[in-house]
């Protein structure tokens, strides 16, 4: 098949071409004729699927019409999780629209915003944004939404995990009843299902697994230790495996502000983020641990949950999480786009309840290692696989 079957128009083609895609992927060929009919759409895609063409080049279509826009306008907002996927998109999206008359932004926070504001003040056709930012100019009133006329949510999962929730659906009620909705998401959780209830209509589904490259690869295993043994045991699998990262949870902020003093006291820096820092610290701790300044970040749970980290080697439960979804959540910050990833859990017998609830949750035991020079006084049993929690932990 080719692009030239899908319905799109000569200049979208050409630039097509010039991109050297020759045939459409999966996602393309499912999304593009449903986002063309003007029908809402959910679909399940994982970035590498070409999901951002799915959407930018019918999108591109619908909106390449003679309409003139006015100043302060946007016709089509693209919300996005993060600044870099922001950029990315909009990079795409004045790539694919090359031989056309239309206008593209990206908008993000943690930036001046005056440039911004200016560009808005003529109107853009498209506009891709985080959410905060995105609220706040809405809110200076540097632009308004009543001439929108689709709105994709994309990366839908991630904008939730980061806690985006209150300012998406703040956004959702300020824009016109009458327009198109498009939502992409790696997974179509719960969450998911209920944001895209009250923001998409009667939509097509399509789900696109994600192919066999692209399907993270995460090697899953534990250690029992004794509590007491925990920060030794870490220590050595640093030094012993030679990690070069990890991004560490545990518990509470204190035992984070342990942890590293211990770690340190054995000659590993590392450094820790929780909820008693402030948001502009944890950016500034973690783009230090994206780059690489910082090797071993200890996060609580709650701290790591706002903020983008993005690939990762190595994660360790230093703590397992009282929740299976979290642990869940916790792993799969490793091993994505095709990278391998490492998750290394430490279990202490009184961890065997949560141990249950994550093994039953993942179908399957998790794969135990002994640590020589770590013998455990208190075993932990193997867990039961259809367990279910009698008491509901928060
Ligand atoms: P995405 O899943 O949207 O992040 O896209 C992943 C990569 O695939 C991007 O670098 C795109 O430029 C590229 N891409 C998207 N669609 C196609 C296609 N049909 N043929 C070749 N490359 C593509």
Known sequence: MSFSKLGLSEPILKAIADLEYATPSEIQKQAIPVVLSGRDLIAAAQTGTGKTASFALPLLEMLNTDRKLRGKRIRALILTPT???AVQVESSISQYAEYLNLSSMAMYGGVDSAPHKQRLIWGIDILVATP???LDMAHQRALHFDELEMLVLDEADRMLDMGFIDDINKIIERLPKQRQNLLFSATISDDVRSLAKRAIHNPVEISIAPSRASKPKIDQWLITIDKGNKSALLSHLINDLQWQQALIFIETKHGAAKLVSQLEKRGIEAESIHGGRTQAV????LSDFKT???????????????????DLARVVNYDLPAQADEYIHRIGRTGRAGASGEAVSFVSKDNFRELCAIESRLGHVIARKEIEGFPVKKGVPVSILNYVPKIKRS
Request: hydrophobic letters at 45%.
């Open 83 to 85: 600044r870099e996927l």
């Open 292 to 310: 690489g300044k910082i090797k071993f970040l200890v996060a609580t749970g709650i701290a790591a949950r706002g903020l983008d980290i993005g």
């Open 132 to 134: 905060g930012r995105l």
């Open 282 to 285: 944890r950016e500034q701790i």
